[in-house]
């Protein structure tokens, strides 16, 4: 499954995985208390009524807004909800969730140490045992970690590819009626997400700049300032506006 997965994100995104690290749910919890919980500012409050106990069955939770403390079971909560209210029912609304929370996890990690000291990574590695599976070695979380202490969310550059209007990729049908999502540019062809990925960096200070732009079509050609404009929203460009122009026309544009 690891290999597998490894070669499907490669085969997507055109970039080299060279490390990978699974941890199941047990292990998640065990990891954020570990560091004492961490603080995370919700954004949208939710509720779950089919929330998953651990006897098969259904419970509801709920999150406010704000900035609260979570434990390892909150924070799986937090991050594993799937059925929520306002919005957060998607598997999309959930990617975000997951990236606030790994945010999370390092902010605390560096706070509290761990990340700075071999004793407490070996220490922690060991409490996690069976519940985690990497391809790293000790030395090599210690050199990753000494490049953590650089980090900071506002100099990571994040995406969740979403099937909106303006996204890359698109929801569709499978194979027995599977919901299933797909290049927008047809099964197989990742070229724009490839391009995204090539360029995520680039495409962050584009969004931080926000510069505002207005697309004009001055061909004959109908509907191609609305194709361009989705095209440039989906790499983070501030489209306000497309339009046609009626009255001139241009050899070349």
């Known amino acids: 499954g690891d290999a597998l997965i490894t070669k499907v ?7 080299t995985v060279h490390y990978f690290a699974r941890v199941d749910f047990n292990g ?3 990891a954020v208390d570990a560091v004492s919980g961490v603080d995370i500012t919700v954004d949208t409050a939710f509720k779950d009524f089919e929330y998953p106990t651990y006897t098969f069955g259904y419970q509801t939770i709920s999150f406010d ?3 609260q403390h979570m434990d390892g079971e909150r924070a799986l909560q937090f991050t594993r909800s799937r059925h929520g209210t306002n919005g957060e029912g998607s598997d999309f609304a959930r990617s975000k969730r997951q990236q606030k929370l790994l945010f999370a996890i390092q902010e605390k990690a560096l706070s509290v140490g761990t990340l700075t000291n071999p004793g407490k990574i070996s220490g922690l590695i060991d409490t996690l045992g069976a519940h985690v599976s990497t391809t790293f070695e000790l030395w090599e979380v210690m050199r990753f970690a000494n490049f953590a202490k650089e980090l900071s969310p506002d100099r990571i550059a994040t995406r969740v590819l979403e099937t909106t209007t303006d996204s890359v990729v698109r929801a569709g049908t499978g194979t027995e009626g599977a919901y299933v999502i797909q290049p927008r540019l047809g099964l197989g062809n990742y070229a724009e997400i490839q391009e ?3 360029n ?16 004009v079509n001055a061909t004959t050609e109908t509907g191609l300032a609305d194709t361009v404009g989705h095209a440039l ?14 009255a001139v026309t241009y050899d070349t544009s």
């Open 200 to 215: 995520i960096f680039q495409y962050n200070a584009v969004a931080t700049e926000a510069a505002p732009i207005q697309v």
């Open 65 to 67: 807004t704000g900035k």
């Open 9 to 15: 994100v490669e085969d997507v995104t055109g970039q």
């Open 233 to 246: 929203r989906g790499y983070s460009y501030d489209v306000r506006s497309v339009t046609s122009l009626k």
């Open 28 to 30: 998640f919890k065990q």
């Open 196 to 198: 995204l990925t090539n």
